[in-house]
């Protein structure tokens, strides 16, 4: 069984991690989106939010299953899940320039390859922060995020009255 872990805050999933996700779903046997809790990050969505989207974004597809990652490494929860390749997309030069040491300390700590996949030209401009904020804005975000994360952006959208200034 060859197994991969697609690790990430997923605050919220959007697209473009949907469609690396499902990509790398075709390269292994089994892929964990592993949702991450870093109790020095300030979500938007508790843990139990983000499980419950990308569960929701993934529950037809066979192969990928949603697992949380918990505050530890991520070399020590790939090894216990006996994943042999982490898979992350590329959407700029920049993220490889900030994935590159991580990838090597992963492979360092406990033998896990990173294998990286370069993003989906349209939708290498998203990312969870954009689209927080473009959908706070009143903006239409529904081409780049799962119906679940749309639901809850549109039942979390803050007042229209956002105070002196606005
Ligand atoms: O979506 P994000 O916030 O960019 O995901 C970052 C994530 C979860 C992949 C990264 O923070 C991570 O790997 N965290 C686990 C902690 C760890 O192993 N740190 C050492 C990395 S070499």
């Not at 989207?53 to 949380?68: H, K, N, Q, W, Y």
Request: with cysteine.
């Amino acid at each position: 069984m060859r197994r991969a872990v697609c690790p990430g805050s997923f605050d919220p999933i959007h697209n473009g991690h949907l469609e690396v996700i499902a990509r790398a779903s075709g390269l292994f046997d089994e892929v964990i989106v592993a949702v991450s809790t870093n109790y020095a990050k300030k979500y938007r969505f508790p843990l139990e939010q983000r499980l419950e989207m990308a569960r929701a974004t993934f529950s037809a597809l066979s192969g990928i299953i949603v697992e949380p990652m918990g505050d530890g490494l991520l070399s020590d929860f790939c090894h216990d899940k006996g994943a042999s390749a982490i898979v992350k997309g590329l959407r700029s030069s920049s993220d490889f320039d900030y994935e590159l040491p991580m990838a090597t300390m992963n492979r360092q700590l406990s033998g896990v390859e990173t294998v990286f996949l370069p993003g989906e030209s349209r939708y290498l401009h998203l990312s969870s922060t954009l689209i927080k904020e473009v959908s706070d804005l009143g903006g239409d975000v529904s081409d780049f995020v799962p119906r679940a994360v749309m639901r809850k952006l549109s039942a979390g959208a803050p007042s229209p009255d956002r105070g002196p200034g606005h």
